[in-house]
């Protein structure tokens, strides 16, 4: 919610999200056992901020040493944080957020997925416009 840049403090304490949703949902697997899609939930949840270039985090994991479901969810990602408003800044059209990602093409993410995505991201805008405004809206005072 805050409207500024995130002090480095801050940032590592943003990052923890990573951990927590790993250890949250390894919790549930301990509990209830193996399950294909909790296994790929632990996946993403834990490596979806590792960058191709290995530069990520929490574990500073590169190339194929991510999981390829992060690895799709790291683009999805971007790809809506930078179409989506946030508090801190006006959504980017869909044009400038490709551009703004094809900077990061081997360095954020694996080329070769990134590419996929390139072939396909129209769909991408289309989707994004039939739910544009029906999403979360990040208000100062959320009550």
Same mark, same amino acid.
């Given at each position: 919610?805050?409207?500024?840049?995130?002090?480095?403090?801050?940032? *590592?304490?943003?990052?923890?999200?990573?951990?927590?949703?790993?250890?949250?949902?390894?919790? #549930?697997?301990?509990?209830?056992?193996?399950? +294909?899609?909790?296994?790929?939930?632990?996946?993403?949840?834990?490596?979806?901020?590792?960058?191709?270039?290995?530069?990520?985090?929490?574990?500073?994991?590169?190339? *194929? +040493?991510?999981?390829?479901?992060?690895? #799709?969810?790291?683009?999805?990602?971007? &790809? *809506?944080?930078?179409?989506?408003?946030?508090? &801190?800044?006006?959504?980017?059209?869909?044009?400038?957020?490709?551009?703004?990602?094809?900077?990061?093409?081997?360095?954020?993410f694996d080329p070769q997925?990134?590419?996929?995505?390139?072939?396909?991201? *129209?769909?991408?805008?289309?989707?994004?416009?039939?739910?544009?405004g029906q999403g979360l809206? &990040?208000?100062?005072?959320?009550?």
């Amino acid at each position: 919610m805050k409207k500024g840049r995130l002090t480095p403090g801050e940032f *590592d304490i943003m990052k923890s999200h990573t951990l927590i949703g790993y250890h949250t949902l390894s919790s #549930i697997k301990e509990q209830y056992g193996e399950m +294909e899609f909790l296994n790929m939930g632990i996946e993403i949840t834990h490596a979806h901020h590792e960058r191709f270039d290995g530069r990520g985090y929490p574990r500073g994991l590169k190339k *194929d +040493e991510i999981p390829l479901s992060a690895q #799709i969810v790291a683009v999805a990602d971007v &790809y *809506d944080a930078l179409t989506s408003r946030r508090i &801190y800044k006006k959504a980017f059209s869909h044009e400038v957020s490709l551009n703004t990602m094809r900077l990061e093409r081997g360095q954020h993410f694996d080329p070769q997925l990134f590419d996929l995505f390139l072939a396909v991201a *129209d769909r991408f805008d289309k989707i994004r416009q039939r739910f544009m405004g029906q999403g979360l809206h &990040y208000t100062a005072n959320p009550q």
